[in-house]
Each structure stands twice: as structure tokens, then as C-alpha cells.
């Protein structure tokens, strides 16, 4: 199994910017490593990644303080602010991963955050204070790719916004509505960039 072409690939492009102070080494080792897994993942040039060095990495960020620990984790607010937990979610060798939720200082859900190799990846959902959703949006390895609604605050999940994006731009159709549901804007995306909109008036 060839290890030295991703390697050599991702090592080029960030070693510049190691150079320059912008990155630790070891911050550079967790960019090499996230960049092998998501090949391996889209089966790409490498068929799995080898237990020492997965081991080696690990031992090394770990010295490094880069992570300072592994598996589920929790943080609380301080005693003075109620106590309650805060943020509850998952590191592995890579960083972030699995489902991350934030808590208000009062208890309530103010989000739930997917992960995976330390960015945002899967459908990540926003709460208002009481409870109710307020925003829905997907992504796919740290960039907004697909549906993204915004809702009205209160009950019954009443849509404000629908709009899709692609590759973190917004792209196609989207919908504005009032309160009680109507269409109030209509608007047309290409690459980011607005194209068409339409006043929609009663």
C-alpha cells in the first residue's frame, strides 16, 4: 500500500503555511491524517489506514496537546450560572465527530452539531429558547450542501426561508413565506449570486 503520494500531496500544500506560523506541526499531522481518512472513506488510492500509524498520530497530538483527550465528552457551566451542562459531544484521533449538542444556560437545546473528521457533516438542527426549530440546514464535510429551511419562532415548525446550496453557495430556487404560510419572496440563485427575485405581493 502506497502512503507517500496523499501524504506528499496534502504535506506540500500545508507546508507553507507551517512555515509561515499559521500551523503547528502537529496541527499539520491532524490535516495529513483527516486527508487520508476521507480518501478512504471514497475509496480513493488507499484501502485502509495502518494501526501504528494511526497509533503514532494519536500518541503524538496527544503530547502535543493538540487533543487533550479522547471519547465522549462533557462541559458544564460554572456554579455561578447554574451548573447545568453546557456542551456534550465525542473526539476521536481526527477531532470532533459524532453528534454535538449546546445547551443554554437554562437547560434548553440550543443546537445539535454532526461531525465528522472535525467539520460539520450531516444535518445540523438550530432551537429556539422554547424549543421549537429554527433553522435545518445540511452539510457535507464542513460546506452547506442541500436543503437549508429557517422557521418562524413558536410551534408547528412554520417555514420562513427554504433555500438549497452547493458547495457552500447558494444555488436554485428560494422561498420566503409570512407567518401564516404565504409566499411573500421568490428568488433565484446561481453559483452565490442572485439572478432573479420577485416580490410577491397581497
Known amino acids: 500500500m502506497e502512503l507517500s503520494a496523499p501524504f506528499g500531496e496534502i504535506e506540500k500544500r500545508m507546508r507553507r503555511e507551517v512555515d509561515e506560523d499559521s500551523f503547528t506541526a502537529a496541527s499539520l499531522l491532524k490535516m495529513c491524517l483527516r486527508y487520508v481518512a476521507q480518501r478512504i472513506e471514497r475509496k480513493e488510492a488507499i484501502d485502509h489506514l495502518p494501526k501504528d500509524l494511526h497509533n503514532k498520530m494519536r500518541r503524538y497530538m496527544t503530547n502535543q496537546k493538540q487533543i487533550k483527550f479522547f471519547g465522549d465528552y462533557k462541559q458544564f457551566y460554572p456554579e455561578g450560572q447554574g451548573g447545568l451542562m453546557?456542551?456534550?459531544?465525542?473526539?476521536?484521533?481526527?477531532?470532533?465527530?459524532?453528534?454535538?449538542?449546546?445547551?443554554?444556560?437554562?437547560?434548553?437545546?440550543?443546537?445539535?452539531?454532526?461531525?465528522?473528521?472535525?467539520?460539520?457533516?450531516?444535518?445540523?438542527?438550530?432551537?429556539?429558547?422554547?424549543?421549537?426549530?429554527?433553522?435545518?440546514?445540511?452539510?457535507?464535510?464542513?460546506?452547506?450542501?442541500?436543503?437549508c429551511k429557517e422557521y418562524w419562532p413558536g410551534p408547528g415548525e412554520r417555514l420562513m426561508i427554504d433555500s438549497t446550496?452547493?458547495?457552500?453557495?447558494?444555488?436554485?430556487?428560494?422561498?420566503?413565506?409570512?407567518?401564516?404560510?404565504?409566499?411573500?419572496?421568490?428568488?433565484?440563485?446561481?453559483?452565490?449570486?442572485?439572478?432573479?427575485?420577485?416580490l410577491v405581493k397581497r
Request: proline content about 1%.
Open 86 to 147: 453546557m456542551h456534550h459531544g465525542n473526539i476521536n484521533v481526527m477531532g470532533k465527530c459524532g453528534l454535538h449538542k449546546r445547551y443554554r444556560k437554562d437547560g434548553s437545546l440550543r443546537f445539535t452539531y454532526p461531525y465528522k473528521y472535525d467539520v460539520l457533516h450531516g444535518v445540523c438542527e438550530d432551537f429556539f429558547a422554547d424549543g421549537s426549530l429554527q433553522s435545518r440546514t445540511e452539510f457535507e464535510y464542513g460546506q452547506r450542501n442541500g436543503s
Open 165 to 198: 446550496y452547493h458547495d457552500d453557495k447558494m444555488c436554485g430556487i428560494s422561498m420566503s413565506y409570512d407567518r401564516d404560510g404565504n409566499e411573500t419572496r421568490v428568488q433565484r440563485y446561481n453559483n452565490g449570486q442572485i439572478q432573479m427575485e420577485i
